[in-house]
């Protein structure tokens, strides 16, 4: 007569921990993507305490608060203004370029500048930089 057992061997697998798993890396990964940031834009706000020491910048860039560009202070339009800094970069690897606006000025207007800028950047291989001019806080 053949002995049993009282305790079976079960075969099955329990996947109860594998769901906890995914769900905990999940979350990791939602989380560290959201730190990374790819095209960040870092401006300088109209009013500021900070005092950054830089080279004297060569070209001045200005918009009133009728949305009107200016290189140099002769009025130009966005297409100008393209040109007209593409003529002034020529033959600089790096220079500042210093970018007044109206406190009034939406941010669109101030993005179009360092997009033109950002273009020249990669078609001539260079490394122009915009700097915000900003006016002391009292």
């Known amino acids: 007569m053949p002995i049993k057992t009282r305790n ?3 075969t099955d697998f329990s996947t109860a921990s594998m769901s906890d798993l995914v ?3 999940l979350i990791f990964f939602m989380l560290t993507s959201t730190l990374v940031a790819p095209n ?3 401006l300088l706000l109209p009013k500021s305490d900070s005092r950054t020491i830089e080279p004297p910048p060569k070209i001045t860039v200005s918009i009133n608060n009728s949305y009107e560009y200016f290189l140099q202070g ?3 339009d966005e297409f ?3 040109n007209g800094l593409e003529q002034k970069l020529a033959g600089q690897e790096s220079a500042s370029i210093r970018l007044e606006a109206d406190r009034t000025v939406p941010v669109q207007y101030v993005i179009n500048v360092i997009d033109v800028v ?3 950047n990669k078609k001539n291989k260079s490394r122009h930089k915009v700097i915000m001019a900003t006016s002391p806080k009292k």
Do not use: S
């Open 80 to 82: 100008a203004l393209a």
């Open 23 to 25: 769900f905990l890396l």
């Open 40 to 42: 960040a834009i870092k």
């Open 118 to 120: 950002n273009d020249l």
């Open 74 to 76: 002769v009025e130009v």
């Open 8 to 10: 079976k061997r079960k």
